[in-house]
């Protein structure tokens, strides 16, 4: 029988903001899941402006288990956080993932191993299933709504995350957002270089512990910059410079 191939090495960001009560079992969870991908990995937990406990647990975890840690002060933002991880990366394979452990780890080696596909640029999950409360469902389904309809993404979750890239595609797309505008900014762009993506799906679990970062208010930003994208404003580079 022929072997399957492994993805290229992976850098993974874990964007941690006072999750003190996720971010242990979220990345050892990662930990052992990746690790029987068979090929290479780093977890680079960005601890962005927390002020719990979670910096030392992000410490403790890179020491352990031989990955990498970044604290940011202050918050950086959802989207600031995150980039500032990814350019911190230098592997041929990178992305983010949640640090809240709402995704399975089983999920996030099934979309890395995407990218071991020929011609695959972007593997992403995609949530089929919510079980993280009806304010979320709602919340999430009126904005994909509008993604898929009044922007033609071709895709019913488009901030399903993990989002795992080559890095050829990640220096194309120069993202910008440092806010939760970053994953539809992904796609948006993505889709209008013709990167062919693959999605794996998902079940978005409930919290154990802590309180979720996304508000009500997240859609209206999400909307408000949608509707801007569409009359030609693009997020600039200075937005996303180093901190």
Known sequence: MERAATPPALGLVLPLFDEQDNAERTVRGLHAALSQVGAPFTLLMVDNGS???????????????????????????????????LRALNTP?????????QIEPEVVAKVWAQLAKPDVQLAKARRVRREDGPTRAVVSGAYNLLTRHGFGLDTT????????????????????????FL??????????????VAEVD???????????????ATLWEFTRHLWAWRRGWRPSPRDAGDR
């Open 157 to 180: 979750d488009a901030n399903g995350c993990p989002k795992i890239m080559t890095r050829a595609l990640f220096e194309r797309l120069e993202l910008a957002s440092t806010d939760w």
């Open 93 to 101: 394979a990178l992305g983010w993932s949640w640090g809240d452990g």
């Open 51 to 85: 002020t719990d406990d979670t910096p030392h647990i992000v410490d403790a975890l890179a020491a352990e288990l031989h990955h990498e840690a970044l604290h940011l002060r202050p918050n950086a933002g959802y989207g600031g956080g995150v980039l500032c991880g």
């Open 183 to 196: 994953d539809p900014e992904l796609m948006l762009k993505a889709q209008a270089l013709g990167a062919k």
């Open 202 to 216: 998902a079940v978005m679990r409930p919290r154990i512990g802590g309180a979720s970062k996304v508000r009500a």
